[in-house]
């Protein structure tokens, strides 16, 4: 009998031993049913100093639940700044948990492994090394084409490409110009979502006022984090080389009752077209009837036009002759040439008044006839 | 001995009194108002040209000639009709006041020789002419239905510096020269209307005093242009 009780006790001993053994098999086994399926990083490729999040989505594939008791994420260099998972939870057969991470890469440019860790309650841990890509490279901004020399007060276009060099997709992107002194159309310009390698081109009307610097902005989002470039323009106002340029030539000057009558061509000798072309005379002139001006109208490059301007102009060997044009945007323009003119008054009288022989003549005709008369008579 | 030409210019008190017996004789006045006539019409064909480059703008083809030729005529005739013609009969009709007895062909005969200064004077003219002209600026004229432009040009050609200094010499000289043969008229027509000496320069002052008068007017203030100011 005693050793009846003694096998017995023996066999519940080993049962002791024996089942507790065997259920942390199953949990372990369990646990091994558990991984991860997916990673998402927003934004996907980080710029230093952006914050962002890191989502982990994790799954059962056993048939088994899991007692889950805590999920981090931990890295010596990218900061987390969300709390870790701490909540014991199950997660039933064929589930999947997400586990997002707020995370802050304050880091030089280049690769990181942030490591997610999922601890189980009645087994090990799960641990996954989560990519994260942080890349310093900016948006591209290009300035496609601008005049060499602006004018003031006229609308010139400068074209801007922007473009995305970075491994992701960068959204929000706005463009703007801005500056002293500067109006610029349109305001700012949307483009939206800039896919990776995708560029957008966008040209502004840019009408200066003075010498100044024409700033293009353009800012976007990296997730959700904001971001800027600039691109700085110097604008010098000069005289353009494209804008028209009215030549006057095969000059013809005549003297009409001391009226001048200057006929001639005006040829628009430059890249844009001269709109508006009047021709007058200037200053020390005065216009006169029937051509005080002379509107010649439009003139595209290339092309010519005649003219006729009358006018008087005392003591003057030359005068000047005003071709004023607008450009398309209504800026007036002046273009003076100065052209010679024959005397009309002092020149010729002094030319006329060099004639003393004449006088000298006239004086001696008359000593003549004086002579002769007093001869007659005293010789009667 | 019979006096010559030279006598009438500076005697001519005795070149009249020497052709007084004989009959009126128009053969050389009448050769020296011809040629005054035609020194006269000369003038005028090269003062001509001015106006003709003035309406050359007006491309009225054959403009030239034409005011050419009506000038010089104009002048021929002119000169024969007012200096000679003309004259003598004024002097012939103010002679009738100091009961002057010759014939009228006597002092047309007469008033012919006194010609000659004014003749030489003419041949002075037409050099200043040639050398006047080509000194003027001449207006032209575009638009021949537009008579301000027209008037604008005249008195433009009429204020040339150039323009302006010959008519004056030219005035001046026409003057001399008018004095000259009023000098000699004076003479030829006391012979001819048997007139006292005061009476016969009263008779031949006159008119010339007229003459000088007027033309020193225009000398002083222009030819009037019609229309002009």
Not at chain 1, 110 to 122: Q, V
Not at chain 1, 364 to 376: H, Q, R
Not at chain 2, 109 to 138: H, K, W
Request: hydrophobic content about 50%.
């Amino acid at each position: 009998m005693r050793l009846g009780l003694l096998a017995l006790s023996f066999l519940l001993a080993i049962l002791c031993l024996v089942l507790p053994a065997s259920g942390a098999d199953q949990a372990q086994s369990a646990a091994a049913q558990v991984t991860v399926t997916a990673v998402t990083l927003d934004p996907e490729v980080f710029i230093a100093g952006d914050t962002g999040t890191i989502t982990v989505e994790v799954m059962n594939n056993g048939s088994q639940s899991v007692a889950v008791r805590r999920a981090t994420l931990v890295d010596p260099d990218i900061r987390v700044l969300s709390q870790a998972y701490d909540t014991s939870m199950y997660l039933g057969a064929g589930n999947s948990m997400r586990f997002t991470f707020t995370v802050m890469a304050d880091v030089p440019e280049g690769i990181y492994y942030p490591a997610f860790s999922l601890d189980f309650r009645d087994a090990g841990y799960l641990r996954y090394p989560v990519k994260l890509q942080v890349q310093d490279q900016r948006l591209e901004v290009s300035v496609l084409d601008k005049p060499e020399t602006f004018s003031a007060g006229k609308k010139d276009t400068v074209d801007i490409l922007v473009g995305n060099p970075r491994d992701n997709a960068v959204n929000g992107v706005v463009v703007y110009a801005a500056g002293e002194g500067i109006d610029a159309t349109p305001t700012s310009y949307f483009i939206g979502m800039l896919p990776v390698d995708g560029s957008q081109k966008v040209s502004f009307s840019v009408t200066p006022r003075r010498s100044t610097t024409l700033e293009i902005h353009v800012d976007y989002k990296n997730g959700l984090n904001a971001h800027s470039e600039v691109v700085r323009i110097p604008v010098v106002i000069g005289e353009s080389k494209l804008q028209a340029d009215p030549i006057l030539s095969n000059i013809q000057v005549n003297l009409e009752a001391g009226t001048y009558t200057i006929t001639g061509d005006v040829t628009n000798a430059g890249l844009e077209v001269a709109n508006a072309v009047v021709i007058t005379s200037g200053p020390g002139t005065v216009p006169t009837d029937p051509y005080q001006s002379y509107v010649v109208g439009s003139l595209k490059p290339d092309d010519f036009s005649s003219f006729e301007i009358t006018f008087t102009a005392e003591n003057a060997t030359s005068v000047p002759v005003l071709a004023t044009y607008k450009d398309n945007d209504g800026n007036l323009y002046t273009r003076q040439t100065l052209i010679g003119i024959p005397a009309s008054g002092s020149a010729a009288r002094q030319e006329a008044g060099s004639s003393l022989p004449v006088l000298a003549l006239v004086v001696v005709l008359a000593a003549v006839t004086g002579a002769v008369i007093w001869y007659s008579w005293r010789k009667r | 001995m019979f006096p010559s030409l030279s006598d009438l210019l500076i005697r001519p008190e005795r070149f009249f009194a020497a052709r007084a017996a004989e009959a009126p004789d128009f053969r050389i006045p009448a050769i020296i108002v011809l040629c005054g006539a035609a020194i006269s019409a000369a003038a005028a064909f090269m003062m001509s040209d001015l106006y003709a480059q003035m309406f050359a703008g007006a491309a009225i083809g054959g403009m030239g000639t034409f005011l050419g030729a009506i000038s010089a005529v104009s002048a021929f005739v002119g000169f024969i009709i007012i200096w000679w013609l003309v004259m003598a009969g004024v002097f012939f009709l103010i002679s009738m006041v100091f009961d002057g007895k010759g014939a009228f062909q006597r002092t047309l005969v007469n008033v012919g020789y006194g010609l000659l200064p004014l003749v030489i004077g003419s041949v002075f003219t037409l050099a200043l002419t040639l050398y006047y002209m080509p000194r003027v600026v001449v207006p032209s004229v575009r638009n021949l239905q537009d008579p301000s432009a027209i008037q604008q040009a005249i008195l433009g050609l009429m204020h040339d510096p150039a323009m302006r200094e010959f008519t004056q010499i030219s005035g001046i000289i026409t003057i001399i020269f008018l004095i000259w043969a009023a000098n000699i008229w004076i003479f030829g027509v006391r012979q001819a209307r048997e007139l006292t000496l005061r009476n016969a320069a009263i008779t031949v002052l006159i008119p010339v005093v007229i003459s000088i008068a007027y033309t020193v007017f225009t000398l002083v203030f222009g030819v009037p242009v019609p229309g002009g100011t």
